[in-house]
Nanobody, 117 residues
Framework: QVQLVESGGGLVQPGGSLRLSCAAS????????MGWYRQAPGKQRELVAT???????NYADSVKGRFTISRDNAKNTVYLQMNSLKPEDTAVYYC???????????WGQGTQVTVSS
């Protein structure tokens, strides 16, 4: 079965960095767009960044210049490098994998990122 496993979350001070990883398994066909979303308490889930198979990226304005999304297609893994973290970045971060051949979106379990002094 399809499984997405996230890792890399934790507690970090403002200005610090974290690197999130999301590894997908059980997918036979090529993964299309991969992305990261986040949800803070009392807030809607919002898009953080996406990356296409060809490497085209999109970022939320709030993270541009600080976050970098990347992927390793051979490993079916997507990463999110988060630098210059702010308290406003505190949220549960979710990995998303879209597989058009399956007509499906898959989600990771979520990983908590807390930015606090």
């Amino acid at each position: 079965q399809v499984q997405l496993v996230e890792s890399g979350g934790g507690l970090v001070q403002p200005g610090g960095s974290l690197r999130l990883s999301c590894a997908a398994s059980g997918i036979i066909f090529s993964i299309d767009t991969m992305g990261w979303y986040r949800q803070a308490p009392g807030k809607q889930r919002e898009l953080v960044a996406t990356i296409t198979t060809g490497g085209s990226t999109n970022y939320a304005d709030s993270v541009k210049g600080r976050f970098t999304i990347s992927r390793d297609n051979a490993k079916n893994t997507v990463y999110l490098q988060m630098n210059s973290l702010k308290p406003e970045d505190t949220a549960v971060y979710y990995c998303n994998v879209r597989v058009v051949a399956y007509h499906a979106d898959y989600w990771g379990q979520g990983t908590q990122v807390t930015v606090s002094s």
